[in-house]
């Protein structure tokens, strides 16, 4: 019989989530010495960004800059136009801004948090202010949990934010090889890739078996983003990656001081996709998305 003494002890017990910052270079999220994910923004970098995620073992699950799409930055968001800027590739030969990390907002313990301001620029031109915040619920045993919450504004005239052709363009995750030819599943039962890719869904899962073990990450998309339920991008071959893209049909357009809120949650577990556990996580945290 657990009671509420054996409760509070075994919470005493568990390892104390932190936020750890390396000035000028990351911000650590561990439980104990067990590292969950980090916030990377040294200047050097052409965004913002976060690698590694890791699943509740430690194992890590994301790519940073891997040699065939170098601008793949583990979980990213970016957008290839943004008033005719390319915030996503880095490389090609296109006008290319920069997201830039300008200072730590907030860092707070419990739970573990932190705000930081960017600034997306090109040509020596502020088109957007981003206020970004990260945080690790503690949640569940069998999952890391990161939300991610980005606010945007048009910083002093009218800013579109389009993917075009690049329907993968938002937020999204680089899987490491290993993940390559995994497998999806959404809210709206899509088992397959073809149909899975740019389908409105609540939450969207890609996972594969690495070397015995299955992970996967699922994104969940809040329900306070506008066009809630918005399209995910899938793929899995030749790599695997996941983004939930609500510019896969139509851009954004902000008019000057306009602000756009995108909210998700994203959770690398172990074991296969499974509906109902997946669908259980989701309501539960949108729930309290809602009340919030």
Avoid at 202 to 207: G, H, I, K
Avoid at 273 to 289: K, Q
């Amino acid at each position: 019989m657990i009671t509420r003494r054996s409760f509070l002890l075994a919470l005493a017990a568990a390892p104390r989530l932190e936020v750890i910052e390396t000035p000028g270079e990351k911000i650590s999220f561990r439980r104990g010495t067990a590292l969950l994910f980090e916030y990377r923004f040294a200047s050097a970098r052409p965004k913002t960004y976060v690698h590694p995620l890791c699943a509740p073992d430690g194992r890590v699950l994301t790519l940073d800059s891997p040699a065939d799409h170098v601008h793949h930055r583990g979980l990213m968001l970016a957008w290839s136009n943004v008033n005719g800027y390319d915030f996503w590739g880095e490389t090609n030969p296109a006008p290319h801004g920069q997201i830039v990390h300008e200072r730590l907002l907030r860092r707070r313990t419990s739970p573990p948090e932190i705000t930081v301001a960017n600034r997306w620029v090109a040509d020596g031109r502020l088109l957007l202010s981003e206020r970004r915040t990260l945080r690790a619920p503690q949640r569940t045993s069998d999952a890391v949990w990161l939300e991610w919450e980005s606010e945007l504004e048009a910083a002093s005239g009218p800013v579109v934010i389009s993917a075009e052709k690049h329907v993968y363009n938002g937020l999204g995750i680089r899987f490491i090889r290993e993940m390559d030819r995994g497998r999806v599943l959404n809210s709206a039962g899509a088992t397959e890739i073809k149909q899975a890719d740019g389908q409105d869904a609540e939450w969207c899962a890609y996972w594969a078996e690495v070397e015995g073990p299955t992970y996967g990450v699922a994104i969940f998309n809040s329900p306070r983003n506008p066009r809630h339920p918005t399209p995910f991008f899938v793929m899995s071959e030749p790599f695997g990656y996941l983004s939930a893209a609500p510019t896969y049909r139509e851009p954004f357009r902000l008019e000057p001081r306009e602000r756009l809120r995108l909210h998700w949650a994203v959770v690398a577990f172990t074991g296969a996709a499974e509906a109902a556990r997946l669908n259980d996580w989701y309501r539960r945290w949108s729930a309290g998305v809602r009340r919030a």
